[in-house]
């Protein structure tokens, strides 16, 4: 049961990536960048991270440890939660639109979103892709799968710092007060 809802999660995810890719041609122009290489090691990190959850050969020895029972009933809760994060990354990425960019940029004509997904949370993106890895961590149920949400925690929360402070150059005292009123990746916490 566990492989079966394992395969449905790659699915999700596959669908998510291939998305993500022939949406990435649709963002507007990019008028600024801080896409030094700081901001490259959250993505280096969240490929890592990817690369740990979805190829068993980047799990051996102590990362194979099994540390969640295999019950097909917390497969599937996993599955659940992998399916929320998803759906609300892509709900993100849908309300950003065109705005949206792979790294620290800002668009051309670049709007600061604070409805739907963002009223939630200022980095709904990075928060539906930690829920949907830790998902698909509780699904695999080994060790490895719960470094890569730590990975994923450290990257998505870096490359969310970094984007504030450009954020706050580009948009000032707007950005400052959404700063005050929506959380940065996990509702009314942080």
Known sequence: MASAAFRIAEGLWLVVF?????????????VASRSDPRARIALWGATLAWLILFNRGFRPGVLSKRIVPMDPAIAYIGLALTAAGLGFAVWARFVIGRNWGSMITVQQDHQLMRTGPYAIVRHPIYSGLILATLGTAIIIGELGGFVSVALMLISWGYKSRLEESFMIEQFGAEYEEYRRKVKGLIPGIW
């Open 18 to 30: 291939v998305l993500w890719g022939v949406l990435w041609f649709t963002s507007k122009r990019t």
